[in-house]
C-alpha cells in the first residue's frame, strides 16, 4: 500500500506518530486504526514510534506499586479480545453500501446504528455525491462517508483544518496524485483540492475534518450542507 499525502509527507508521519501517542481524537483514532488494517508499511511506522516511546517510559519512569491480582485481571480482559482478527473484512454490517470494511470500522458503524446515532440512506448533496454521517461519542472532529458517482467532481474547496481522508472502495483523483482502496490523505490549510472520482467505480471514502472546508465561488452558498 503506498504512502500518501495531499500536501507534505510530514502531515502523514505526524499523523502517524500522534495515533502511536495517543494524541488523536475518536473519529481521527478510527480513520487512521482503519487505514492500518490495509497498509502494513503504516503498521510497521506505528509499531517503531510505540516502541521509540515503550524506551522512553522505560529509561524515564519510575515503579509504582500494583495491587494484587493486576496481572492477572490485564491477561484476563486480553483473552476476552481474542477471537476477533483487527485486520479482518466482513459484510456483515448494517452500512447501506455492499463493500469490504475494516473490522474496527464497521464495529464502530453497527454500534452507531444501535445507539440510534447513524441513520443508514445515503444524503444526497449533490446529484452524483452522496454523505452519510458517522457519530463517535464527544467528538471534536467530524467524521462522515462521502459516496461519489463515476467520474463525479467534488466542490473544489479549502480547509479551515485538517482533513483526513481514507478511501473504501474505488478510487479518486486531486492535485496531487491518485488515490486507491485503503489510501489515506492528509490535508490542511495549505491545501485547495477538488477530488475527481474513477470513471469507473466511484469512490467510496471517510472522511474525518477539524473544521468546515473552505468552498469556492458560487458554491460557497452550499458550505451549512457540505460541512
Not at 474505488?170 to 483540492?193: F, I, N, P, T, W
Request: glycine share 8%; aromatic share 6%; net charge negative.
Amino acid at each position: 500500500m503506498v504512502l500518501r499525502s495531499s500536501t507534505l509527507p510530514e502531515n502523514y508521519e505526524a499523523l502517524l506518530f500522534s495515533y502511536a501517542c495517543g494524541a488523536l481524537d475518536a473519529a481521527q483514532e478510527l480513520i487512521v486504526a482503519a487505514h492500518l488494517c490495509y497498509s502494513p508499511r503504516a503498521r510497521k511506522i506505528v509499531e517503531y514510534y510505540e516502541k521509540i516511546g515503550g524506551c522512553l517510559m522505560d529509561c524515564d519512569c519510575g515503579t509504582v506499586p500494583m495491587r494484587d491480582g493486576a496481572m492477572d485481571h490485564v491477561l484476563a480482559r486480553l483473552d476476552s479480545c481474542t477471537g476477533k482478527d483487527p485486520q479482518a473484512c466482513a459484510r456483515d454490517c448494517a452500512f447501506p453500501e455492499k463493500i469490504d470494511l475494516p473490522a474496527i470500522l464497521r464495529d464502530q458503524i453497527n454500534t452507531s446504528i444501535a445507539q440510534g446515532k447513524m441513520r443508514t440512506v445515503w444524503r444526497s448533496l449533490l446529484p452524483g455525491l452522496q454523505t452519510l454521517d458517522l457519530a463517535i461519542g464527544d467528538n471534536t472532529s467530524k467524521a462522515r462517508f462521502y459516496k461519489l458517482a463515476p467520474a463525479m467532481r467534488t466542490p473544489a474547496h479549502g480547509h479551515a483544518g485538517t482533513e483526513i481522508t481514507l478511501v473504501l472502495h474505488g478510487s479518486y483523483h486531486d492535485e496531487s496524485g491518485q488515490y486507491h482502496c485503503g489510501d489515506l490523505a492528509v490535508a490542511d490549510e495549505r491545501m485547495d483540492h477538488r477530488q475527481i472520482a474513477c470513471a469507473q467505480q466511484g469512490c467510496v471514502c471517510l472522511t474525518v475534518t477539524t473544521a468546515p472546508v473552505k468552498l469556492s465561488g458560487w458554491m460557497r452558498l452550499l458550505t451549512p450542507f457540505y460541512s
